[in-house]
C-alpha cells in the first residue's frame, strides 16, 4: 500500500476512534441562571426539577441566582455565556417579551440571543394580605382601595413582572389608585408583608404556598379563570365579577442561540421528562404551581402570542423599567 494511503487509512482510524471515545453531552455541570431571589417560586421550581435532571444527565446541575433589574442582568450574563449546552436560564414573558417595552434599550436582543427550550409549568397569581389583617376577601381590598386612592401600596417581585402587569390590569379596567413597590424577589416583598411595611402582594403560589399553610398571610383571590385545586376556598377575581382578570404567568428555559440543536433538542427531551417524574410532578403541585412540560416549538409559539400582546399594552399604559 502506498504510504500516503497508509497515513490516509491511520488517520482515518484515528478519527473513528477519537468519535467513539468522545463522551456525549453533558461532560461537567450545568449552570441554571434564575433572575430572581432565591426562596421565590422561579427559584423553587428550579431547584426542584435541577434536582431531578443532575440525576438523570449524571451531571450537577448548579442554580445560579442572579437577581434584579426585572431579570435583565441574569439575561444579558446567559446572552454572553458560551453556547454549548452548559448555561442555561430561567425565562418567563418578562425577560423574552416585556423587557422589550419596558426598556428603551436592552443590553440583549431576546430574539437573537436566545433559543427556546422548554416549557416547564405555569405559576398561578394571587392578591394576599398578612394573615392579621381584618380584609377577609378581594371585594373588600378593593373597595379600600377606591376609599384611598394613592395611599396604600403593592409588593411584587420586580418592576414590569407579571406579578406587576397582573395588578396593573386589574388597577386599569377598575380606575384603582394604588402604588406599586418592586422588590429584588417575592421572599423580600413577602418578608415586607409580614412586616407591616406593605399591606398587600400580588405573588405567585410557588412562594407564597409554605406562608399560606403556616398561616401568616391570606389570600384573597386569584389571577386565573377557576379557582386552585390547591386553594379550592380562594375564588378568582373572575369569579367575583373582575370581568378580563386573567394572568397565569409561564416558566420556560432558554439558552445562548448558538447552542447546537441536537445539544438542545436532547436538553427539553430530558426537562420534559424531569417535570413529569412523579415525584417532581406531585412537589410541583404541592408548591402550588402547574406542571406543563412541552417542547421547543410549543415555548416558541407562547414567546410569539406574548411578543404579539403584552409590548403594545405596556406602551399603551406607559409602564416603564427606566
Known sequence: MPLFRQLGAALVASLAITALAA?????????????????????ALARTVGAQ??????????????????????ADATAKAAGDGYTMMSVDGGTLVYNTALFKKLSYQPSKDFAPVALLGRFPLLLAVNATSNLTDARQ??????????????????????HHLAMEMLKDRNTLDVVHTPYRGAAPALQDLLGGQIPLIVVDTVAAMPMIKAGKIKPLATFGKARLASLPNVPSLIELGYADIEMLPWQGIVVPAATPKDVIAKLSAELQKAVA?????????????????TDTAAMALQWKQDADYWPKLIQQKGISAE
Open 277 to 293: 417524574h412523579p415525584s417532581v410532578n406531585s412537589r410541583l403541585l404541592e408548591l402550588g404551581l402547574i406542571p406543563t412540560p
Open 23 to 43: 463522551d456525549p453531552y453533558p461532560t461537567k455541570p450545568i449552570k441554571w441562571v434564575v433572575g430572581y431571589a432565591a426562596g421565590g417560586g422561579t427559584d
Open 53 to 74: 435532571l443532575a440525576i438523570q444527565m449524571e451531571q450537577p446541575v448548579l442554580i445560579e441566582n442572579r437577581p434584579g433589574g426585572a431579570t435583565v442582568i441574569a
Open 141 to 162: 381590598l378593593i373597595e379600600e382601595i377606591k376609599r384611598n386612592p394613592g395611599k396604600l401600596s403593592y409588593g411584587s417581585p420586580g418592576v414590569g413582572g407579571p
